[in-house]
T-cell receptor, first 116, second 112 residues
Framework: AQTVTQSQPEMSVQEAETVTLSCTYDTSENNYYLFWYKQPPSRQMILVIRQEAYKQQNATENRFSVNFQKAAKSFSLKISDSQLGDTAMYFCAFMIVNFGNEKLTFGTGTRLTIIP | NAGVTQTPKFQVLKTGQSMTLQCAQDMNHNSMYWYRQDPGMGLRLIYYSASEGTTDKGEVPNGYNVSRSTTEDFPLRLLSAAPSQTSVYFC???????????FGQGTRLTVV
C-alpha cells in the first residue's frame, strides 16, 4: 500500500518569508505523480503544483516550488515571499499511474499560518 | 463552468437514518472519487470509480455504498448513519490519462 507522511501538523511564518513544508511517501512503483493541494478556510481543494516522477527537474509555479528527491522518496514544497492568502491547510498527495486504477492518496496535512 | 457539484452542502442526520450525497461532474471525466476529511487524518478514500459501471473500495468503505450508472453522477449512500460518520465529504473527478483531480465544495455531515 502507498502511504504519504506529513510530519509537520502546524507551521507559522512571517509574511514575506520563505517556508518549506515536508512530505515523504512510500511506494515500490516507478511511475507516479506527486501533488500539493491547498485548502483555505473556504474548504475548497486547490491544486498548487504537481510533479511527474519521471522528470528530474523540480516543478515550479510562481512562488511555489518543490524539491523532489526520488531516491529518498521526499517531496517538499517551498513557498517564497509568503502572503497572507497562503494561510491554509496543505496536503501532499500521490497517485500511481495505472490506467483504470488511479487512486489519489493524501497525507494528513500541514496547517500553515502566515503572520502579518 | 460547473465542474464538480456536490449536494447538499450541509446535512444533519439522526443515528440510523439513511441518505444519499449527490455528486455530478460535467467535464466528461472517467474517474470519480469520494473522500472523507477528519481532523488530523487528512483525506481518506471511501470509494473510487474508474469509469461508468465500475466501482472499487477505498480505505474506509464500511457503512457506505456507491454506484456509477452514468459518467456524470457518482452518488454516495450512507446506509444507516452513525456518529462516527460525522465528517466533511468530498467528491472529486479526473480524466483518465491526466491525473489532476478536481474537487467539489464538500458536504459537512453531522450525525447526532
Amino acid at each position: 500500500a502507498q502511504t504519504v507522511t506529513q510530519s509537520q501538523p502546524e507551521m507559522s511564518v512571517q509574511e514575506a518569508e520563505t517556508v518549506t513544508l515536508s512530505c515523504t511517501y512510500d511506494t515500490s512503483e516507478n511511475n507516479y505523480y506527486l501533488f500539493w493541494y491547498k485548502q483555505p478556510p473556504s474548504r475548497q481543494m486547490i491544486l498548487v503544483i504537481r510533479q511527474e516522477a519521471y522528470k528530474q527537474q523540480n516543478a515550479t509555479e510562481n512562488r511555489f516550488s518543490v524539491n523532489f528527491q526520488k531516491a529518498a522518496k521526499s517531496f517538499s514544497l517551498k513557498i517564497s515571499d509568503s502572503q497572507l492568502g497562503d494561510t491554509a491547510m496543505y496536503f501532499c498527495a500521490f497517485m500511481i499511474v495505472n490506467f483504470g486504477n488511479e487512486k489519489l492518496t493524501f497525507g494528513t496535512g500541514t496547517r500553515l499560518t502566515i503572520i502579518p | 463552468n460547473a465542474g464538480v457539484t456536490q449536494t447538499p452542502k450541509f446535512q444533519v442526520l439522526k443515528t440510523g437514518q439513511s441518505m444519499t450525497l449527490q455528486c455530478a461532474q460535467d467535464m466528461n471525466h472517467n474517474s470519480m472519487y469520494w473522500y472523507r476529511q477528519d481532523p488530523g487524518m487528512g483525506l481518506r478514500l471511501i470509494y473510487y470509480s474508474a469509469s461508468e459501471g465500475t466501482t472499487d473500495k477505498g480505505e474506509v468503505p464500511n457503512g457506505y455504498n456507491v454506484s456509477r450508472s452514468t459518467t456524470e453522477d457518482f452518488p454516495l449512500r450512507l446506509l444507516s448513519a452513525a456518529p462516527s460518520q460525522t465528517s466533511v465529504y468530498f467528491c472529486a473527478s479526473s480524466p483518465r490519462g491526466d491525473t489532476e483531480a478536481f474537487f467539489g465544495q464538500g458536504t459537512r455531515l453531522t450525525v447526532v
